[in-house]
């Protein structure tokens, strides 16, 4: 399966966002799926994953409560809803495939990016 991130772009801050990670390929419902993020100057960072039928979720500590992740097999989607941005959440935006299905495992199989930059 290939990945696609997108929705990406320039708001405000305070302002929300919803990230689309599209899949091609067979056997979409089979992943977990994962969002990163990687800021300038920084380490690639976990946002949240979700598995493989989207009832079970996992977030990084600093973003619970603001971002949100779910999917829509039947799109081959995977969304992530982002709320209350900040300056600090300027990075470029990937998705990522677990093949353990459980959103749990090694990520691989990375799309390109989409990039979002929060403004003061």
């Known amino acids: 399966v290939q990945l696609q991130a997108s929705g990406g772009g320039l708001v405000q801050a305070g302002g929300s966002l919803t990230l689309s990670c599209a899949a091609s390929?067979?056997?979409?419902?089979?992943?977990?799926i994962g969002w990163f993020r990687q800021a300038p100057g920084k380490e690639l960072e976990l946002i949240a994953a979700?598995?493989?039928?989207?009832?079970?979720?996992r977030y990084a500590a600093s973003m619970k409560g603001r971002f949100t992740i779910s999917r829509d097999n039947g799109k081959n989607t995977v969304y992530l809803q982002m709320n209350g941005l900040k300056p600090e959440d300027t990075a470029i935006y990937y998705c990522?495939?677990?093949?353990?299905?459980?959103?749990?495992?090694?990520?691989?199989?990375w799309g390109q990016g989409t990039e979002v930059t929060v403004s003061s």
């Open positions: 990522a495939t677990d093949t353990t299905g459980t959103g749990r495992g090694t990520f691989a199989g």
């Open positions: 390929g067979r056997a979409f419902s089979d992943y977990g």
């Open positions: 979700v598995n493989r039928d989207g009832t079970s979720t």
